[in-house]
């Protein structure tokens, strides 16, 4: 008889019989029986895999990841210990200004040449007209819309950092005084950046839909916007599988200034 085989993770096995053991004389002689040994090992096997879940779980559910930190948890937590941090930052830095405003020792000069480096420097609120932008993903099951395209990729379908930083830019090619994404104010060292389909700026978390505000001229604003090549190229995207565009004026408004902290953790001023 040719030997058995079996197939087992990728690993091929043969089995054959053992050759029967004689018995001794006078009497019925020991068998060896492999069988015997692997299912004794098999059952050892099985009793240690339920006693670690046993004592892995301790009364909980292992099968679900309702018992665990998912990583997007911690993010949201990390993102909302960040707001409270700023909003208790704002309003101590508030109660320093106004302390600091009874008698700073300053000549009226030296306040107005502050004033105008407080408002460059975007920490100081901002009054004017006012142009929106919003974006949005466009529906996770999107097809083309003209003839003649492709079927998307998902990375079509999604809002991306350069994206955002077209907005950006072209707003302050429009000669925008001030700028504020997802309600924070824009300074010289903001940062606007994605991870996967989120945005992170200055320590928040924000998903989809995103809006940049700014304060400026608005047909300047506008102009600036329909002649950025990067949003001429976004707008394709929004033709043919619906990504989310909508560009409006918001009338007179008062963007707040930058309030978060403004050290520099590698740049020196220079000398």
């Known amino acids: 008889m040719l030997p058995r085989r079996?197939?087992?993770?990728?690993?091929?096995?043969?089995?054959?019989?053992?050759?029967?053991?004689?018995?001794?004389?006078?009497?019925?002689?020991?068998?060896?029986?492999p069988a015997r040994i692997l299912t004794l090992a098999v059952f050892a096997l099985a009793g240690l895999i339920f006693f670690t879940s046993f004592h892995t779980a301790?009364?909980?559910?292992?099968?679900?990841?309702?018992?665990?930190?998912?990583?997007?948890?911690?993010?949201?937590?990390?993102?909302?210990?960040?707001?409270?941090?700023?909003?208790?930052?704002?309003?101590?830095?508030?109660?320093?200004?106004?302390?600091?405003?009874?008698?700073?020792?300053?000549?009226?000069?030296?306040?107005k040449r502050l004033t105008r480096i407080e408002d460059r420097a975007g920490t100081r609120p901002v009054r004017g007209r006012t142009v929106s932008v919003t974006l949005q993903d466009a529906p996770p099951d999107a097809g083309p819309k003209?003839?003649?395209?492709?079927e998307p990729q998902p990375n079509d379908l999604v809002i991306h950092q350069q994206d955002l930083q077209a907005v950006v830019?072209?707003?302050?090619?429009?000669?925008?005084r001030g700028i504020e994404v997802m309600g924070q104010r824009l300074i010289s060292t903001s940062a606007v950046r994605c991870v996967g389909n989120t945005l992170i700026l200055q320590g928040r978390v924000y998903s989809p839909p995103y809006k940049i505000t700014a304060v400026?001229?608005?047909?300047?604003?506008?102009?600036?916007?329909?002649?950025?090549?990067?949003?001429?190229?976004?707008?394709?995207?929004?033709?043919?599988?619906?990504?989310g565009w909508k560009a409006e004026d918001e009338g007179t408004k008062t963007l707040p200034g930058y309030t978060g902290t403004v050290d520099l953790h590698y740049a020196e001023p220079v000398d």
């Open 6 to 33: 079996r197939r087992r993770s990728g690993y091929v096995e043969q089995f054959c019989r053992l050759p029967p053991k004689r018995s001794s004389p006078g009497g019925h002689g020991f068998r060896f029986r």
């Open 58 to 111: 301790r009364g909980t559910n292992i099968r679900t990841d309702a018992s665990l930190l998912k990583l997007s948890d911690l993010i949201k937590e990390r993102s909302d210990k960040n707001g409270d941090a700023e909003r208790e930052n704002t309003a101590l830095r508030r109660r320093v200004e106004s302390l600091a405003a009874r008698d700073d020792g300053r000549s009226e000069a030296e306040d």
């Open 146 to 150: 003209l003839p003649g395209y492709p």
């Open 169 to 176: 830019n072209a707003l302050w090619q429009g000669g925008a």
């Open 216 to 243: 400026g001229d608005p047909d300047d604003l506008r102009t600036a916007l329909s002649q950025s090549s990067a949003i001429q190229n976004y707008m394709l995207y929004v033709n043919a599988y619906g990504l």
